[in-house]
Each structure stands twice: as C-alpha cells, then as structure tokens.
C-alpha cells in the first residue's frame, strides 16, 4: 500500500514539447493560476545561473560569452542612467538573449526599488507635513483652477506604490463641494478610513497632551460595575456634569480631527501633485534643511528626482525588423530565458484576425472597421473572454506567447486575437513589435503604444535611418483625395457637420486639382514617372504655400477641425453603441427589438444604413497631411527645412487588371473609382529621420539601438539627431580560426575585379568572376552565397555565362539558385526551402561526395536580411561590388543635396557638435553601401562551433578606408590578396582543415555514441527504477527481461 501511494507520488508529469500546447480542458473564463505577485518572476524550474552586473542580478541560463557580459554591462549601465546607447554584436554571438535577459533584470531590479524609493519619499513628504511646513499647493479661493491642474505634473499619481491611506479628505459637514472635493471623496470611498492609518503620526505638543488626559471620562464608555467609583450626585447636576464633560471631550476632538484633517488634506494634494512636492522641498533645502527632514531624507528625493520621478516600472518595447524577427525574440525568451512576466505582441489585422469573412475581403482593415461599427462580428464582442483567458494570464502556460498562440487560441473560442493583444499590450511589462509601429506616428497612436518614461529596444537595427525618414513622410494619391471629396460632400449633403465637411472637401479637391494639373515643369523623369519638386531655383516651399492657400491660419484650423471630425466619429460609435444596448434592453422586456427606432434609423440614413463618418482610410489622409503640414507651418518649427515636397506623374501598373483592382475596395462611403492610366501623388518626403526620433528621443527613459552591422557607429547620432552617450562594439565569439576573410584583387586570368557602372559590362570582367566563382565553388564544401548590387548585373552574368559555358561548369559542381525578384512572399519561401532540402540529402550518411548548393542574391534583397544559414547551409559568402544606392534614384538625390547643404550651414554657422555634425551627402552615400555589405556577410557564422569563409571579390577592398568600414569583428582580420590563385592557396587549406576537424569531431561523437550504448546494455537496471519507468506512461518502459 504505502509503496503504491509512493510510486503515486513520484509520478511526473505528462511533458508537452516546445511550441506546441497544452490541451485546454478548463473553462476560458476561469481564473488564471496562482502567482507569485512579483510582476516579473523568476521560473526556478527552468535551468538557470545568476550574476550581478552593474549592480543587478541577472538570471542566464548559461556561462555568458565575454561578448554576452559586455552587452548587459553596457545596457543595464545605460539603462540605469537613462542614457541611449548603440550596440553592435555579430550575428550568432547571443546577442538577443543577453539583450533580453539584461533588460528584464534591469526591469525587475528597478521594480523593486522603485517600491521602496516611493514608499520612502511618501514617508519624507509626511515628516514635513507634520514638522509644520506647509504644501504650496493648496487650493484658496480659486479652487477650480487647482481642479484643472491636478494630474498635469504626475499623471500616474497613484502610482505602483500604495498611496491610497493617504488619499482620504474629510470636508466640513454641509458644506458645499468643489469639483475637486467630490473627487477625493469619491477616492475616500475607496479606501480605509484615515483614522486606521495614521495611528503611528503623533503630534507631541501640550494640548495634545492634556486633551487625551482629560477625556477618559465617557458615560458610554464605561461598564457596569463602575458605577461604585462615581460620586452620587443629584440626576440633575450628575447630567450637567456630564454634558460639560462631554462638550470639553468633543471641543478636544474636534480641534484633535481638524489638526488630522489639516495634514491629511495637505497631504493629498502633495501627493497628487508628487514632482511639484519634491522639486520645491529639493529647493527649500538649499537654504537650510525643512524641520523634520535629515540630510539623508534630501538625497532620497534628489535620488527619485534623478529616476525622473518614476512612480510605475517602464515598459519595455522590443521592436525588430519584421514578424518572423518578432517571432524568433519571443521563442528566445520563451524557451531559454527564466523571466516570466506579461508580455504582448503587436501584430496587424492580416495575421491576427479571427473573422473569416474579414479575411477575405481583400480589404480587412475597411471590412473590420467596418463589422465592429455594425456589431456584426462575432469575435470582436467575445475578445474580452481572450485578453482575460487563465492561459495568457500570469502563470498561465501561453504567459510568453507568439501570434500564433493567440490566433489559435482565440479561434479556439471565437474570441477576437486582434483587440485581444491590443488589450494586453495596455497592461504589459513587455511589448514585441515590428519597429515600424514604433517608429510611425500614425501605426503608434492607432496600436496604443505609450513611450513616455518607457524604454525602447530597437534589434536590426541597421535599417532605422531609412525607416524612420520612411515613416516621417507621406505620399497621397489624386485617387485617395477623390474619395475623399466624394466622402465630405455626402456627408456635408446629408446634414452632418456640413460646415466643417466642406471645409476639409475643398481642400481635398484643391490638391487633387492642382495634381492633376500639368503646367509645372518636371525637374526628374525616369522610365515610368515624372517628377516636380520643392524646394527648387526660383521656388520655394512658400511660393507653393501660397498657390495652394495653405498659411498658419489654415493649418490650425485644420487642426481643430481633425479634432472635431475624431470626437464627432467617436460620438457616433457611442452612438450606435447606445443604440444596440437599448434595443437589446428592449427585446429582453418585450420580447422584440425597437421597430419604430429601427424604422426610424433607416429613414434618417443612421446606424445601419450607412456611414455617418469619414472612412479610417481618409482619416488617414488627412491626418498624416496635417502632421507633416505643422511641421512646416513656419520656418521658426524645427523641421522646416527637413522636407522636400513632390508632384509625381506615374504610370498606373494596376490599370491593366482594373477587376482585381476594383475588388479589393469593400468598405468605403462613395463608389469606387474607375482606374486610371496614370497615378498623379503627391508626396512629402522626410530627408531627416531626426523627424521621427528626435520625439522619440523626448519620450522614452532610454533608446536601445542594436545590431549586428551597425557600423560605421558615428554615423548614426548625426542622422537620427538623437545623443548616444555610449556605444560598444563586441568581439564575435567564434575563434578566429575558425573563418577566414579575404579580398581578391584580380581574377584567375589575371582582369581586375572592380564592379563598377564601367566595368560591370565588359566581357572579361564577366567572365573572371565567373571563373573565380567556379573554382570557390569547387573547392567549398556544403552551402554557398554570393551576393551582388543588382539584379540587372546578376541579369548579365547568367546571360554571358550561359554562352560561355561557364553556368554549366558552376552548375556541375553546386546547385543553382537565384533569388527571385519581387512576386509573392511563397515563391521565396518555396525556393528556400528547396535550397535547405537540397543540402540535407547531401548529408545523408554513405554518400560520397555532397554537391553542395549556391544561391545568387542581391544585397537588401531577402537573402541577406535576417535568415540563419548556419552550419552546412552557408560555409562561404562571396560579394561582387559594393552597392551604392542607385545615383539617379530622385530620393537619393534629394537626399545627398539635403546632407551636402545642412553639412554647410553648420559649418557656415558653427553649429556642429558630436551630437548634431550632419553627414555630408557622399559620405552618407558611402555608408548606406557599407552596411548592406556588413548585413550579407553576417549570414554565415551564426555560433560559436560554425565555421566559414568570407570572400570579397573586389579590388577596392585592398584599401584601408574601405575595410575600417567593416564591422568590427570582421575588419580586424580581413587579409588582401593580389593574385587570385594565392587566395585559393590559402582558402584550400582553410576548408581541408576545417573539414577534417569536422569529420574527427563526428567520429569521436560516434564512438561516444557506442560506448554509451554499449554501457547501457551491460549495466543492470535497478528493480526500483524498473517499477518506476513501467508506471510512467510518459516514459521509455524497460522490460525485466
């Protein structure tokens, strides 16, 4: 018996591997598991070691690479000074593992500091109080004005720390209440009553003394039997003596609970307004200490004030490049990391909505703007049921979960993923998102996402300069401005803000007019488009102001009116919100809805029968012209001059299939447009990503840039106008000789390798690459990348290799595959996974001889941005040329004149600091080039037992001022050879060794392998580890055999 419940007892548990979940046999709605109340945790059964850097304890679940230490030195030291920094790391050298681990330390370290540092401040700012110093905050006679005030300096004056026993304001009885005094008493409801918190604040003065002395006589006070120890007087006189008793007790009382009262009221305020409280007492100490207050109590406030009066834990926004980045961050903390806390992932209507009508109407953001407005989707009214199920919950088995997991989950119960997750990101520790959603203004505000003393890491980050000047601009089409129009007047006709409807209807049709207008001349033309731009000779910004009526004036206005048409839309939701709330009410008491409103609303064109407010696509529009218009409104505003304005003329691609075009238009207010053969845009485009982060920058406690090729680092504070008080450039964890890096001046017959626009068409310059390629490929086991600056030039090396030969000759020794230009996301996907395949049947044991694979690309292409081709699947990377941005291309232009004319005015004007020194154009120019060739050659060596070869058919790469533009762990052991057959010396016997190491390596593994077995089989089980396995159904059953 008792050997049964013993065997009971040990019993594990049924295990679930990684990404896949636990069946759900519970009831969505019940409560989530019970939690430690720390809002980030430490899951102790997850394997992992602690340190303390800088200060903090950081869980990892391994020993860190040197790499590894110096990464999470250098963020929790930012971190903690609330300072932006910049860090490089190689690719496969962990770096977003340590970034995840430090941030969430840091987070959790400050979370419990920051309880005790507030707790603390609360208990200095009752010593002053009580030590006779009075709030300067007080309101007098002008009560309505404090009303207003309260919450502008704190607005999380609540806080995480417990500030509600002190929330607690006691008016006169009968008096009349200000605004402000019905919102302490509502408060006061809430809470314990004062009386029960401040029996430990003692006011030691004499009447205090002699008030509680002499009110220990109380009639209801005592019991019967003392009734011997007083004196028998008269009924009359024992009455008066007792009412005079009672009058002194109660004048003592009261003068005790007014004085209690008087504290507590001041305190209320200082805590509402808690800066305000600290900074004047800061001040106030500058001339002598406040009575009551020690030199320490002084260094606790300037201490909170240095954490930038921090009252919450800042969150934490972890945005990379793309979803599948998105994805593979969460999978990291998920599965290696032991920090547990709540966590969201951002994600777009497209790969989170539930709805499969939605789905596939070819327009999901209209047709789900669309569904919720009418109450006709299911999941969206179930989405609460989702955001609150035990699974996403603390504890919960999906507490680090992924798109997937709350897509699925959420069809599970027809519950809405995406106002789901939205849902959740309000209250998380952590928030994973592509950084486009934090880099644009419109996609934050529309995703909730709050950076104000929160934190931002931004991983990938080699792509935010041209993401964020991206992200600043705005291009709108003559197309968009006519539905526009057409919206306006229809809703101007049928009586809804007519005035300002036509105000914003004739600005529309102002610029669609004025777009469709050929009479300015085009300063660019290429292939399929002309374009006009402003600022040019002879025009400026204003002169085109003024032909479009646009002055300060009309921008405020149309400011106020934005304003006007998002309450007046919100109204109308509310509205039909009511709407349904009231029908529904009517239905459950008689039994069917309200006809006659019913009736009522179809007629008057309300809830139902169509739209009584502008799209979200053309609140879009005007939106982001208002934004980029503010920032031009005069040339006092910061970025006035960071903006080029353009007219572009471009042939429509979408007119020959005008159906498709047509179909994919659901939800709008007005008939759709027929397609036209041209597209007229007009286009404000942002020449300085400081647009964008110099907000950012002002918002955020700190900025996290990483990457694993940011370099050339002095680039970056320059052109995202944002200070970087430090930056770290870790060593790569892979022993240098494990990898070889080289350049090669000349071909095998003997041509020079410079792929320039002047070389790239000569035969012989084709050819030698060709004949390089051959012998790399020959001599390279497994996978093989080459990159090159364009598909054009790709383009003519296959078209002269195929009549020489040479395609043949490559094709013999590895397979071919070639990057597809553009098409849809499956064709590359499909081409992947071919190139993958391919390469594991070349593991297959007994085969003699693998053919290996090589796949031609471009750089910025697919290949070269963020997919792991580690091991077998990528020992070497070629790159042929470095890829300038194309010169003739109008943005770049644009943008080399706007870094070459801000370069001169800070020179002219002495405004160049460390800080601001703009980047001249050809040196912007240069870097762009530079770090799309630091991005391809992170594809291979993607951890510490990978080895490979990196090879640079390019003679400029002999210089010096080319190679110190290579990222750091790189450039340190680049090695430049003349001749080409001296480099295939050298790189023959880098592969023949790595090779036998690799073919010893699996040996060893092999013959440990049998040994294993071997001793297995020999060693006798013992009989209670027999009973133990044979009773786990989860485990491997031994026989006793």
Same mark, same amino acid.
């Given at each position: 018996?008792?050997?049964?419940?013993?065997?009971?007892?040990?019993?594990?548990?049924?295990?679930?591997?990684?990404?896949?979940?636990?069946?759900?046999?519970?009831?969505?709605?019940?409560?989530?598991?019970?939690?430690?109340?720390?809002?980030?945790?430490?899951?102790?059964?997850?394997?992992?070691?602690?340190?303390?850097?800088?200060?903090?304890?950081?869980?990892?679940?391994?020993?860190?690479?040197?790499?590894?230490?110096?990464?999470?030195?250098?963020?929790?030291?930012?971190?903690?000074?609330?300072?932006?920094?910049?860090?490089?790391?190689?690719?496969?050298?962990?770096?977003?593992?340590?970034?995840?681990?430090?941030?969430?330390?840091?987070?959790?370290?400050?979370?419990?500091?920051?309880?005790?540092?507030?707790?603390?401040?609360?208990?200095?700012?009752?010593?002053?109080?009580?030590?006779?110093?009075? *709030?300067?905050?007080?309101?007098?006679?002008?009560?309505?004005?404090?009303? %207003?005030?309260?919450?502008?300096? &704190?607005? /999380? =004056? !609540?806080?995480?720390?417990?500030?509600?026993?002190?929330?607690?304001?006691?008016?006169?009885?009968?008096?009349?209440?200000?605004?402000?005094?019905?919102?302490?008493?509502?408060?006061?409801?809430?809470?314990?009553?004062?009386?029960?918190?401040?029996?430990?604040?003692?006011?030691?003065?004499?009447?205090?003394?002699?008030?509680?002395?002499?009110?220990?006589?109380?009639?209801?006070?005592?019991?019967?039997?003392?009734?011997?120890?007083?004196?028998?007087?008269?009924?009359?006189?024992?009455?008066?003596?007792?009412?005079?008793?009672?009058?002194?007790?109660?004048?003592?009382?009261?003068?005790?609970?007014?004085?209690?009262?008087?504290?507590?009221?001041?305190?209320?305020?200082?805590?509402?307004?808690?800066?305000?409280? *600290?900074?004047?007492?800061?001040?106030?100490?500058?001339?002598?200490?406040? %009575?009551?207050?020690?030199?320490? &109590?002084? /260094? =606790? !406030?300037?201490?909170?004030?240095?954490?930038?009066?921090?009252?919450?834990?800042?969150?934490?926004?972890?945005?990379?490049?793309?979803?599948?980045?998105?994805?593979?961050?969460?999978?990291?903390?998920?599965?290696?990391?032991?920090?547990?806390?709540?966590?969201?992932?951002?994600?777009?209507?497209?790969?989170?909505?539930?709805?499969?009508?939605?789905?596939?109407?070819?327009?999901?953001?209209?047709?789900?703007?669309?569904?919720?407005?009418?109450?006709?989707?299911?999941?969206?009214?179930?989405?609460?049921?989702?955001?609150?199920?035990?699974?996403?919950?603390?504890?919960?088995?999906?507490?680090?979960?992924?798109?997937?997991?709350?897509?699925?989950?959420?069809?599970?119960?027809?519950?809405?993923?995406?106002?789901?997750?939205?849902?959740?990101?309000?209250?998380?520790?952590?928030?994973?998102?592509?950084y486009n959603y934090i880099l644009d203004p419109? =996609?934050?505000e529309a995703a909730g996402i709050d950076l104000?003393?929160?934190?931002?890491?931004?991983?990938?980050?080699?792509?935010?300069?041209?993401?964020?000047?991206?992200?600043?601009?705005?291009?709108?089409?003559?197309?968009?401005?006519?539905?526009?129009?057409?919206?306006?007047?229809?809703?101007?006709?049928?009586?809804?803000?007519?005035?300002?409807?036509?105000?914003?209807?004739?600005?529309?049709?102002?610029?669609?007019?004025?777009?469709?207008?050929?009479?300015?001349?085009?300063?660019?033309?290429?292939?399929?488009?002309?374009?006009?731009?402003?600022?040019?000779?002879?025009?400026?910004?204003?002169?085109?102001?003024?032909?479009?009526?646009?002055?300060?004036?009309?921008?405020?206005?149309?400011?106020?009116?934005?304003?006007?048409?998002?309450?007046?839309?919100?109204?109308?939701?509310?509205?039909?919100?009511?709407?349904?709330?009231?029908?529904?009410?009517?239905?459950?008491?008689?039994?069917?809805?309200?006809?006659?409103?019913?009736?009522?609303?179809?007629?008057?064109?309300?809830?139902?029968?169509?739209?009584?407010?502008?799209?979200?696509?053309?609140?879009?529009?005007?939106?982001?012209?208002?934004?980029?218009?503010?920032?031009?409104?005069?040339?006092?505003?910061?970025?006035?001059?960071?903006?080029?304005?353009?007219?572009?003329?471009?042939?429509?691609?979408?007119?020959?299939?005008?159906?498709?075009?047509?179909?994919?238009?659901?939800?709008?207010?007005?008939?759709?447009?027929?397609?036209?053969?041209?597209?007229?845009?007009?286009?404000?485009?942002?020449?300085?990503?400081?647009?964008?982060?110099?907000?950012?920058?002002?918002?955020?406690?700190?900025?996290?840039?990483?990457?694993?090729?940011?370099?050339?680092?002095?680039?970056?504070?320059?052109?995202?106008?944002?200070?970087?008080?430090?930056?770290?450039?870790?060593?790569?964890?892979?022993?240098?000789?494990?990898?070889?890096?080289?350049?090669?001046?000349?071909?095998?017959?003997?041509?020079?390798?410079?792929?320039?626009?002047?070389?790239?068409?000569?035969?012989?310059?084709?050819?030698?690459?060709?004949?390089?390629?051959?012998?790399?490929?020959?001599?390279?086991?497994?996978?093989?990348?080459?990159?090159?600056?364009?598909?054009?030039?790709?383009?003519?090396?296959?078209?002269?290799?195929?009549?020489?030969?040479?395609?043949?000759?490559?094709?013999?020794?590895?397979?071919?595959?070639?990057?597809?230009?553009?098409?849809?996301?499956?064709?590359?996907?499909?081409?992947?996974?071919?190139?993958?395949?391919?390469?594991?049947?070349?593991?297959?044991?007994?085969?003699?001889?693998?053919?290996?694979?090589?796949?031609?690309?471009?750089?910025?292409?697919?290949?070269?941005?963020?997919?792991?081709?580690?091991?077998?699947?990528?020992?070497?990377?070629?790159?042929?040329?470095?890829?300038?941005?194309?010169?003739?291309?109008?943005?770049?232009?644009?943008?080399?004149?706007?870094?070459?004319?801000?370069?001169?005015?800070?020179?002219?004007?002495?405004?160049?600091?460390?800080?601001?020194?703009?980047?001249?154009?050809?040196?912007?120019?240069?870097?762009?080039?530079?770090?799309?060739?630091?991005?391809?050659?992170?594809?291979?060596?993607?951890?510490k037992n990978d080895w490979g070869a990196v090879?640079?058919?390019?003679?400029?790469?002999?210089?010096?001022?080319?190679?110190?533009?290579?990222?750091?762990?790189?450039?340190?052991?680049?090695?430049?050879?003349?001749?080409?057959?001296?480099?295939?010396?050298?790189?023959?016997?880098?592969?023949?060794?790595?090779?036998?190491?690799?073919?010893?390596?699996?040996?060893?593994?092999?013959?440990?392998?049998?040994?294993?077995?071997?001793?297995?089989?020999?060693?006798?089980?013992?009989?209670?580890?027999?009973?133990?396995?044979?009773?786990?159904?989860?485990?491997?059953?031994?026989?006793?055999?």
């Amino acid at each position: 018996m008792s050997s049964g419940n013993s065997r009971k007892s040990t019993r594990s548990k049924p295990a679930y591997k990684k990404g896949t979940e636990k069946p759900d046999t519970k009831d969505p709605s019940s409560k989530p598991p019970a939690v430690p109340t720390d809002t980030i945790r430490i899951a102790n059964e997850l394997n992992h070691q602690t340190y303390f850097i800088g200060g903090v304890k950081v869980h990892f679940p391994f020993k860190p690479y040197p790499s590894q230490l110096g990464m999470m030195n250098h963020m929790i030291k930012a971190l903690s000074q609330s300072k932006n920094t910049m860090i490089e790391s190689p690719t496969g050298s962990g770096k977003s593992l340590a970034l995840l681990c430090a941030a969430l330390a840091w987070q959790r370290d400050f979370s419990e500091k920051n309880k005790k540092r507030l707790a603390m401040v609360r208990q200095i700012i009752r010593k002053y109080v009580v030590g006779g110093a009075s *709030v300067p905050f007080l309101p007098n006679s002008n009560k309505d004005k404090v009303d %207003a005030d309260i919450g502008k300096d &704190d607005p /999380d =004056v !609540l806080g995480s720390g417990d500030v509600k026993s002190d929330l607690i304001v006691k008016p006169e009885p009968g008096a009349r209440k200000s605004g402000i005094e019905n919102l302490f008493e509502t408060v006061a409801c809430m809470l314990p009553d004062a009386s029960a918190t401040n029996k430990d604040t003692s006011l030691d003065t004499k009447d205090s003394k002699k008030d509680t002395g002499s009110s220990h006589l109380d009639c209801n006070s005592g019991s019967d039997s003392d009734s011997d120890f007083i004196s028998k007087k008269p009924v009359e006189q024992t009455r008066t003596s007792q009412d005079s008793q009672k009058t002194d007790s109660s004048k003592t009382a009261e003068q005790k609970d007014s004085k209690d009262s008087s504290i507590e009221y001041q305190l209320t305020f200082a805590y509402l307004k808690l800066s305000s409280t *600290v900074n004047y007492i800061i001040q106030a100490s500058e001339i002598s200490i406040p %009575a009551g207050l020690t030199e320490k &109590d002084i /260094d =606790v !406030l300037k201490d909170f004030k240095d954490n930038n009066y921090a009252q919450s834990t800042p969150r934490i926004y972890f945005g990379s490049r793309t979803h599948k980045q998105v994805s593979q961050l969460v999978e990291e903390l998920r599965g290696k990391s032991a920090y547990r806390m709540q966590t969201a992932v951002l994600g777009s209507r497209a790969q989170t909505c539930t709805n499969y009508n939605a789905l596939n109407s070819g327009a999901i953001d209209e047709e789900c703007r669309y569904l919720v407005d009418e109450n006709k989707c299911g999941p969206y009214r179930q989405y609460h049921r989702l955001s609150s199920h035990s699974r996403l919950r603390p504890g919960g088995n999906l507490e680090i979960w992924d798109i997937e997991d709350i897509v699925g989950l959420g069809k599970s119960i027809f519950a809405c993923s995406y106002f789901a997750a939205r849902d959740l990101a309000a209250t998380a520790d952590l928030v994973f998102c592509p950084y486009n959603y934090i880099l644009d203004p419109g =996609v934050r505000e529309a995703a909730g996402i709050d950076l104000r003393d929160n934190i931002v890491i931004l991983d990938e980050g080699h792509n935010v300069e041209n993401a964020a000047r991206e992200a600043g601009s705005i291009e709108i089409t003559d197309q968009q401005l006519g539905i526009l129009v057409s919206e306006c007047q229809m809703l101007s006709r049928d009586g809804h803000l007519p005035s300002t409807h036509q105000f914003v209807g004739t600005f529309a049709e102002g610029l669609a007019n004025w777009l469709q207008d050929g009479s300015d001349e085009y300063d660019y033309q290429d292939f399929d488009s002309l374009t006009a731009v402003w600022p040019k000779r002879g025009a400026s910004v204003q002169n085109l102001f003024d032909r479009l009526l646009i002055t300060q004036a009309f921008i405020t206005r149309l400011d106020f009116v934005y304003s006007e048409l998002e309450d007046f839309a919100k109204q109308q939701r509310a509205d039909k919100e009511e709407f349904r709330v009231n029908e529904l009410i009517s239905f459950q008491r008689n039994g069917k809805g309200n006809q006659e409103e019913d009736n009522d609303d179809e007629s008057s064109g309300g809830h139902r029968s169509k739209y009584n407010s502008l799209s979200p696509g053309c609140m879009r529009v005007i939106g982001g012209l208002l934004r980029v218009l503010k920032q031009m409104a005069s040339p006092n505003e910061p970025f006035y001059r960071d903006y080029r304005i353009a007219k572009i003329r471009r042939k429509n691609t979408a007119a020959a299939n005008k159906t498709s075009s047509n179909n994919k238009r659901k939800r709008t207010n007005v008939a759709v447009l027929s397609v036209p053969d041209h597209i007229n845009i007009l286009a404000f485009w942002a020449m300085n990503p400081g647009v964008i982060f110099s907000e950012i920058s002002s918002l955020t406690r700190s900025v996290i840039l990483t990457s694993g090729t940011l370099s050339p680092l002095n680039s970056y504070a320059s052109e995202l106008q944002m200070p970087f008080s430090s930056t770290l450039e870790a060593n790569h964890v892979i022993d240098p000789s494990r990898f070889a890096a080289m350049s090669i001046e000349y071909g095998p017959s003997g041509t020079l390798l410079e792929a320039k626009y002047q070389t790239i068409n000569m035969l012989d310059f084709q050819d030698d690459i060709g004949r390089a390629l051959c012998s790399i490929a020959a001599s390279c086991p497994d996978g093989m990348l080459v990159f090159a600056p364009s598909y054009s030039l790709l383009s003519k090396l296959f078209a002269r290799w195929g009549t020489t030969g040479i395609f043949d000759t490559l094709d013999s020794f590895k397979r071919i595959y070639i990057e597809p230009q553009g098409g849809p996301k499956d064709e590359f996907e499909t081409l992947l996974k071919s190139y993958r395949e391919g390469l594991e049947k070349d593991r297959v044991p007994g085969k003699s001889l693998p053919q290996g694979s090589i796949m031609f690309a471009v750089y910025r292409g697919k290949v070269s941005e963020g997919i792991d081709f580690s091991d077998y699947f990528c020992r070497t990377v070629v790159n042929i040329g470095i890829p300038y941005p194309a010169f003739k291309d109008v943005k770049v232009t644009l943008k080399r004149e706007y870094n070459d004319s801000r370069a001169s005015l800070e020179f002219m004007h002495e405004l160049a600091t460390p800080d601001n020194n703009m980047l001249s154009g050809s040196l912007w120019y240069e870097i762009q080039a530079f770090r799309a060739i630091n991005q391809a050659l992170g594809r291979c060596l993607r951890h510490k037992n990978d080895w490979g070869a990196v090879i640079m058919l390019e003679s400029r790469f002999s210089n010096a001022w080319n190679v110190c533009k290579l990222s750091k762990w790189i450039r340190n052991y680049m090695r430049s050879f003349r001749t080409f057959d001296d480099a295939m010396s050298e790189l023959d016997v880098f592969y023949k060794t790595r090779i036998a190491e690799d073919e010893a390596a699996a040996a060893a593994a092999s013959l440990s392998s049998s040994l294993d077995s071997t001793t297995a089989v020999n060693t006798p089980v013992p009989i209670s580890e027999k009973i133990f396995k044979s009773e786990d159904p989860d485990t491997e059953k031994i026989s006793d055999d």
